[in-house]
């Protein structure tokens, strides 16, 4: 009776039920209540599902930033290579994308001789794709590959090209010829 007497003085006093902070009783019913419910979860279970959460929330940024130095790495590349473009020597292959009405086509070409006055025809299909984007990306890693070959094996056959020295080397040299001095 205790307990009854101290709630109804305190609302007679402060017009409301005591709160949570002060009410024991409400206090330790609720700590029961909690206690139940914690006794009946698989903290096993719980942990795995977080692990599995987490790993699936890194490999997701992993992806997006692989992704993302991917295509950074890409625009170097191509910008390196326009201001200084590398070049291999004969017996290099070349490859390119072919559409092929369904998808791409990763093909290595070659110039027939003969019939057909040294025009290029596509030999040996590599690889097909659905997304032309993918076939791209494949013939770089293609280039880059045997670039990377050549460099190792066979460094006498990689010529660094100078498209803007050259240019410059030209543009004086006809200047030179045009003034008389050549």
Known sequence: MKYRQWKKNYKRLHGVNPPLELDRRKKCRMARRAAGVIRGVDFAEVASRAAETIVN?????????GEAFDKAGTACRIAADYVQPMEMGEGAKEWDVTDVGWG????????????????????????????????????????????????????EKVTSRSDAADAVAYAVKARGLALGRG
């Open 104 to 155: 791409y086509s990763v093909g290595e070409r070659v110039k027939v001789d003969g019939v057909g006055g040294g025009r290029q025809r596509y030999s040996r299909h590599a690889l097909a794709t659905y997304e032309r984007g993918t076939a791209e990306k494949i013939v770089e890693l293609m280039r880059k590959d045997q670039l990377e070959y050549y460099r190792r094996e066979h460094p």
């Open 57 to 65: 929330a890194t490999a997701t940024f992993m992806r997006s930033m």
